[in-house]
C-alpha cells in the first residue's frame, strides 16, 4: 500500500497525541522507562563506535558513523513501543487543535519525562557496573568521559539552540513514520534525521541522562587500574557533577528540545494540515 500523504499524516499525529494524553499515568511512566534505557542502548552503541574509530577514521566519516548507530534507540522506541519525551512534543498539534487540555498535555511530558529519567540513568548504572568503561583498554570509558566533558561546557543559550536543532530533526523523524505502513518503512525514515542530529553535534536531554550519569559513575568509582591504562585521573575530570548537569545542560536543552519539536515541527504542521478542521469544528 502506498505510504500516507502529509496530510493524512498529521490526522494519524493529532489521534496518536491523543491517545498518548489519555493514558494511564502507570503504564505511561512504565513505557517511558523502557524509552529511556533504550535511547541509553543507542548511546552505549554509539560511545563504543566512537571508541573504536577514533583517530583511525576522517571526522566526518566517524560522526556519521556514531550517527547512524545511535538511532538504534529512537527505531527500539518506535518498533517497540515506549514513551519518549522528546517525541512526545507533537502531541502540541492535538492540543492546538483542543483535543488535549494544557493539563493533559504537561502531565504527559513530566510523567514520561521522569520515566525516561529513571531509564536512562538506570541503564547507565547498569552499564558502569558491567565494566564495559574498562573494554579496549578503558578506551570506552575515556570516550564517554570526553562526550560528557564536552557537553558541560556550551553557553546556556548555545545549548538551548542545539536543543531546538536536535529536537526538530528527532520530531520529523517520528513525523516521518507517520507515513509508515510497514516496519521496514519505520525504520528508514528513522535513521537518516536521528544519523544527522548525532553527526552535527546537537543536543538530546535524553540521551545526555545517559551520557552524563555514565561519566559520573567513572569518574567516581572507577578502579585505579582504569585511570592507569588511560593515562589519566579521576581530578582531570571532576567538572562532570551533577549540578553542572542539571543546569548547564539539561536544563537548557530539555527548552530547547521543547521549543524545536512542540513548536518548529509540531505547531507547523499543526497550522499548515489541521488549523481549518480546527476552526471549522468552532460553533
Known amino acids: 500500500m502506498d505510504a500516507l500523504l502529509p496530510p493524512d499524516m498529521a490526522k494519524k499525529a493529532e489521534e496518536v497525541g491523543i491517545r498518548k494524553a489519555g493514558m494511564d499515568g502507570v503504564k505511561m511512566f512504565v513505557l517511558a522507562i523502557l524509552a529511556g534505557a533504550f535511547i541509553a542502548f543507542g548511546a552505549v552503541f554509539a560511545t563504543t563506535v566512537a571508541a573504536g574509530s577514533a583517530g583511525s ?4 566519516v566517524q560522526r556519521l558513523l556514531v550517527g547512524t548507530v545511535f538511532s ?4 527500539l522506541v518506535i518498533v517497540g513501543g515506549a514513551e519518549l519525551f522528546t517525541g512526545n512534543s507533537l502531541i502540541v498539534m492535538a492540543w492546538a487543535g483542543g483535543r488535549v487540555s494544557l493539563t493533559g498535555l504537561l ?7 521522569a520515566g525516561n529519567f529513571v531509564g536512562s540513568v538506570g541503564t547507565a548504572l547498569l552499564v558502569f557496573l558491567a565494566g564495559h568503561h574498562a573494554f579496549d583498554s578503558g578506551s570506552a570509558g575515556l570516550t564517554a568521559l570526553k562526550i560528557a566533558e564536552s557537553k558541560l561546557h556550551f553557553g546556556f543559550l548555545q545549548a538551548v539552540c542545539l536543543g531546538i536543532l536536535c529536537n526538530v530533526l528527532v520530531c520529523l523523524a517520528v513525523w516521518l513514520t507517520f507515513s509508515a505502513r510497514t516496519t521496514t518503512d519505520r525504520i528508514l525514515a528513522v535513521v537518516p534525521p536521528i544519523a544527522c542530529f548525532v553527526a552535527a553535534g546537537f543536543e ?14 567513572i569518574q567516581i568509582g572507577a578502579t585505579d ?17 551533577w549540578s553542572a548537569f542539571l543546569m548547564r545542560n539539561l536544563l537548557p536543552v530539555t527548552i530547547g528540545n521543547v521549543i524545536g519539536g512542540g513548536v518548529f515541527v509540531g505547531a507547523v504542521y499543526w497550522f499548515i494540515f489541521l488549523r481549518l478542521d480546527a476552526e471549522s469544528e468552532q460553533p
Open 107 to 113: 502531565r504527559s511530558w513530566a510523567i514520561v519525562f
Open 57 to 60: 577514521l576522517l571526522y566526518g
Open 72 to 75: 538504534l534507540g529512537l527505531v
Open 225 to 241: 587500574s582504569f585511570w592507569t591504562s588511560i593515562g589519566s585521573s579521576s581530578e582531570t575530570f571532576a567538572g562532570i557533577t
Open 204 to 217: 538530546h536531554s535524553i540521551a545526555n541522562m545517559y551520557f552524563v550519569p555514565f561519566a559520573w559513575l
